[in-house]
């Protein structure tokens, strides 16, 4: 499947392989790769703040029953694409049972964990479907919110979620942009958002600003 057709759920810690020959072709001039025989392997993730991106793992070769990945080039090399790099290129899914046969997987996952481990608390917020409508397409822990101050005026802003507390339902976030109104608030400043459901808005809305988590 093409990965412009593709959601960030259907992209996220999947193994792909790259077949088609233009494909292949690009990868190869990209990054110089030895073997221009066979499928390229690639491991898609989240980059939390470059958003959909593609690690390129190299040319597999299949010999009695075991599929090699070049440990040198793994070893030696981190080649990643992010998503506007990516659009065009065909990915053909790889079953979970087949995985298993492909060495040094393991390792793979492991080191792309890197991308997860500091966000344990946001991971699950990408469930949350009904924020889908806030978010940024390519960034999808980037969202946009809704502000409003004593004076009636109204923005929509971005932030980038760092955490969620589910006992409040507060979003913690970092606010990406300026505001062109007086709210009290800045770019960079830490803020709470919520969601709301609501007959004139659904979305996320700022809460306060300097907010703590709950421990």
Known sequence: MVVSEMSFRDLDRKWFLLERK????????????????Y????????DHEEGISLRILGTLTLQND????????????????RYDEMTHL?????????????????QVEEE??????????????RNHTFLDASRDSIV????????????????ILKAR??????STEYYYAQLLEEPQNDFDVHKNDRICLKYVDRPNYQGLAFIKKD?????
């Open 211 to 215: 907010c703590q988590e709950v421990s």
């Open 161 to 166: 979620l760092e955490s969620f507390e589910p």
């Open 140 to 155: 999808p822990d980037e969202v946009r919110f809704l502000i409003l101050n004593q004076n009636h005026q109204k923005e």
């Open 112 to 125: 792309m964990d890197s991308y997860y481990a500091p966000y344990n608390t946001l991971l699950d917020t």
């Open 39 to 46: 499928p390229i392997l690639t491991y898609a993730y989240i």
């Open 66 to 81: 075991q599929v090699y990945l070049d440990k040198e080039q793994l070893d030696r090399r981190l080649d990643i694409i």
């Open 22 to 37: 233009q494909d292949i072709k690009r990868m190869n001039h990209l990054f110089h790769l030895k073997n221009k025989k």
């Open 90 to 106: 065909d990915l053909t899914p790889i079953k979970e049972e087949m995985i298993s046969i492909i060495t040094y997987h393991e």
